[in-house]
């Protein structure tokens, strides 16, 4: 069994990385409105996003840092929220494995414009090097949706900090994760 399947009452979500045989060519993000229905989503060190309603919905998003940091991931979720006619805190979401906090190095510049935009979710390390973390920022933003936090679930595994199981842009890696969401 796959240590890395995350599963809440709407949804499952399935990592897809080194060993297994899905084509990251069919994978597309979007919604599904059917129980079983899936979207597969294909990304090395960003951020695999899914957000359910049992039985409703499911929605599969790519979150890269600059995406998140520019609120295109908030904006394309309120679209699609939108366009089902649901709520944000009717959702439960998954955030898949990625790069954590201390693999985001940003510059100075950035992290202190991400401060002025409200996300205060980053800091200077030892060695003077600047880290954000993206994960966080995502909840935030979902949070801001109304989704309770008991119902965002973030993976443990960091893509670089696996290189056994998955692939890491970061690493040098050419290939990507597939991440298989299923609406429940």
Do not use: W
Not at 28 to 36: D, H, K, L
Not at 155 to 177: H, Q, R, V
Request: aromatic letters at 6%.
């Amino acid at each position: 069994m796959n240590p890395m399947i995350q599963t809440l009452d709407s949804l499952e979500v399935i990592p897809h990385g080194k060993g297994d045989a899905i084509d990251a060519d069919t994978t597309s993000e979007g919604v599904v409105t059917r129980v079983g229905d899936k979207i597969l989503l294909a990304c090395a060190d960003e951020i695999p996003l899914f957000l359910a309603v049992r039985g409703k919905a499911l929605i599969g998003i790519v979150a890269s840092l600059e995406d998140i940091l520019n609120e295109s991931v908030l904006a394309s979720i309120k679209k699609a929220i939108a366009s089902l006619a649901l709520n944000g805190q009717d959702f439960e979401a998954i955030l898949g494995p990625s790069l954590t906090f201390s693999h985001v190095p940003v510059s100075k510049e950035l992290l202190q414009a991400t401060f002025d935009r409200g996300y205060r979710l980053g800091t200077k390390g030892t060695s003077g090097q600047t880290f954000l973390d993206p994960q966080m920022i995502l909840f935030q933003q979902l949070r801001g949706l109304g989704i309770e936090p008991e119902h965002i679930l973030i993976s443990d595994y960091d893509t670089f900090e696996n290189p056994s199981l998955l692939y890491s842009a970061l690493a040098g890696d050419k290939e990507k994760n597939v991440f298989e969401g299923v609406l429940r």
